[in-house]
């Protein structure tokens, strides 16, 4: 899914266009036992609920694709009877009313999920009339060829509120606060199937964890789907290649000049539908430009052939658009992105340096300083 089919569902949790019509929810303790369930017309609950859910639900469709949010697909042999697959079809397919489906549903997410504490399965399903579009991309609510019918998942952590005091604004008494369990926004969650090109693709599903860093494992893996690395493993991954295939070429112009293009196409592409993505040929290309040797280039190739990385390499992974940082054992200098010309390198007393004019209105400390002039 891209970032327009995304909003597009993401639209479908507000209280103006409401397209869910069953939530269910199971609570599970810290020893992982199934303590209380929940099964509900999600309509039929109090307007403050149904609010509170659809912030949750909005919640779990939030974040950077291929960073929180995770295309992933179901390989054929993932699809056969009695996988997770055929189960999230057969709910789908029930509206969640079959209380078996849904405890088996339950057990797997428990099972399969890696949590020290208590945490809140939600499971909801949904409807939504796909409306069709003229050529000027003008909505037709009264032109839908097609319903989506869909499960969202948020697995939300469970934790004691805080200790403290409070006060009885109806007596004016200060007392010990009642500490009571607190459902908080998720920590991982699903939306199946798929909303591609603006159709159901029950294929695939698109996967939120709310760590970027570590994703959870245990649970991606029930599905079936191929793993993808997290996204600073994946920037870990691509500053070792650039070190490697660029050898004593890996100078500060070169590494500025790669995070300037890398930059530059991001901007270009940051209104695009689709994450501006990179496939090994263009990454060898952009390492080619900016100082790699044919020896850097030639391991570069084998390392590809060897690892048989064929799939895109999403851009916003492997650098941060936003700034470029200069780290040395003792200093850390950042550099607003599109600024780094302004540090240069000069050989000073024999020592390779970085040059940063005082220029402007300049403090340390907060503390605003005056340049000494020559």
């Known amino acids: 899914m891209n970032k327009k089919e995304i909003a597009e569902i993401k639209k479908q949790f507000t209280m103006e266009r409401c397209a869910v019509t069953r939530i269910c929810g199971c609570f599970v303790d810290g020893e992982k036992e ?5 099964k509900e017309a999600f309509l039929s609950l109090p ?21 929180g949010l995770l295309n992933l697909e179901f390989p054929l042999a993932a699809e056969n009877p009695g996988s997770t697959h055929d189960l999230l079809l057969q709910l789908r397919e029930s509206r969640l009313e079959d209380d078996l489906l849904l405890d ?3 057990d797997k997410i428990t099972e399969a999920y890696d949590h020290a504490g208590s945490f809140f399965i939600l499971l909801i399903h949904g409807a939504y009339d796909i409306p069709g579009k003229s050529t000027d991309g003008t909505e037709l609510f009264d032109a839908s060829d097609e319903t989506y019918t869909f499960l969202l998942c948020s697995i939300c952590p469970v934790n004691l509120s805080k200790e403290g005091l409070s006060c009885d604004t109806a007596t004016g008494v200060i007392q010990n606060r009642v500490r009571d369990w607190l459902v908080e ?8 199937p798929a909303f591609h ?3 159901t693709d029950i294929h695939s599903l698109l996967f939120y964890s709310k760590n970027t860093s570590v994703f959870p494992e245990g649970l991606m893996s029930c599905f079936g789907a191929a793993l993808p690395s997290p ?23 070169n590494v500025k000049n790669l995070h300037e293009q890398i930059c530059g196409q991001l901007e270009e592409a940051k209104d695009e539908p689709e994450p501006l993505a990179f496939s090994p040929r263009e990454v060898r ?6 100082g790699a040797s044919e020896e850097g280039l030639t391991a570069f190739d084998s390392q590809v052939s060897q ?43 024999g020592r390779e340096c970085l040059v940063i004019p005082l220029e402007g209105e300049v403090k340390v400390g907060g503390i605003q300083i005056r340049p000494r002039r020559q």
């Open 231 to 253: 996204a600073e493993s994946q920037k870990e991954a691509f500053q070792t290649l650039v070190e490697e295939s660029l050898g004593e070429e890996c100078t500060y112009e």
């Open 185 to 192: 926004m998720p920590d991982a969650g699903f939306l199946f």
């Open 47 to 67: 307007e403050e609920e149904i609010f509170k859910y659809l912030q949750i639900f909005r919640k779990t469709l939030s974040g950077t694709i291929g960073k």
């Open 197 to 199: 090109d603006r159709s």
């Open 104 to 106: 088996a549903f339950y």
């Open 307 to 349: 690892d048989k990385k064929e799939a895109p390499i999403l851009a916003g992974n492997l650098i941060n658009p936003k700034k470029l940082e200069i780290r040395t054992p003792d200093i850390t200098i950042q550099v607003s992105a599109g600024q780094a010309d302004l540090i240069e390198t000069r050989i000073l007393d």
């Open 34 to 38: 199934r303590k209380a369930h929940m």
């Open 285 to 290: 290309r952009l390492l080619e430009e900016n």
